[in-house]
């Protein structure tokens, strides 16, 4: 079953517009990218449930396009969202760290099968999603900063 935040878009995507849609269209690309995150995020909660192995073999299964896209997905939603404390709690800081960590070790298997193209996308991954965190503490310390000066 997929997360809330992703099954809650696709329930709204699929309620728009119900019925097949061709891939190439918008709708078509939004359902992809939210099943898509939301099989993406099942694999985080696997992680930071302790159920390592399995995340980690679930997660060699996907294309890089896949896994691509679904970091841009989590990165991207995630900021969008942040205002939204309902929406953004859905993906949780917690799912982002599981994240990081679950590319690290990604890259560590990587490494040790000498998988380099695997090895530097799972490494670039981790820094995509360490990026989107630093940047949202950096947003609040700046409405901090400015709340108290107001």
Same mark, same amino acid.
């Given at each position: 079953?997929?997360?809330?935040?992703?099954?809650?878009?696709?329930?709204?995507?699929?309620?728009? %517009?119900?019925?097949?849609?061709?891939?190439?269209?918008?709708?078509?690309?939004?359902?992809?990218?939210?099943?898509?995150?939301?099989?993406?995020?099942?694999?985080?909660?696997?992680?930071?449930?302790?159920?390592?192995?399995?995340?980690?073999?679930? +997660?060699?299964?996907?294309?890089?396009?896949?896994?691509?896209?679904?970091?841009?997905?989590?990165?991207?939603?995630?900021?969008?969202?942040?205002?939204?404390?309902? +929406?953004?709690?859905?993906?949780?800081?917690?799912?982002?760290?599981?994240?990081?960590?679950? %590319?690290?070790?990604?890259?560590?298997?990587?490494?040790?099968?000498?998988?380099?193209?695997?090895?530097?996308?799972? +490494?670039?991954?981790?820094?995509?999603?360490?990026?989107?965190?630093?940047?949202?503490?950096?947003?609040?310390?700046?409405?901090?900063?400015?709340?108290?000066?107001?």
């Amino acid at each position: 079953m997929p997360s809330g935040l992703a099954f809650a878009l696709l329930v709204a995507v699929t309620t728009v %517009h119900p019925g097949p849609v061709p891939t190439a269209s918008p709708v078509g690309r939004i359902r992809t990218v939210v099943r898509t995150l939301a099989g993406y995020l099942d694999i985080v909660a696997t992680y930071r449930a302790g159920r390592i192995g399995d995340a980690a073999s679930t +997660l060699l299964v996907w294309s890089d396009t896949e896994v691509d896209q679904a970091v841009r997905g989590l990165v991207r939603l995630r900021g969008k969202f942040r205002r939204c404390t309902v +929406l953004a709690d859905e993906i949780a800081a917690t799912d982002l760290d599981a994240a990081v960590m679950l %590319h690290t070790d990604a890259a560590v298997g990587a490494y040790n099968r000498d998988d380099w193209p695997r090895f530097a996308a799972h +490494l670039d991954r981790t820094r995509q999603i360490i990026e989107s965190r630093a940047i949202e503490r950096n947003l609040r310390e700046e409405l901090r900063r400015r709340v108290m000066i107001e």
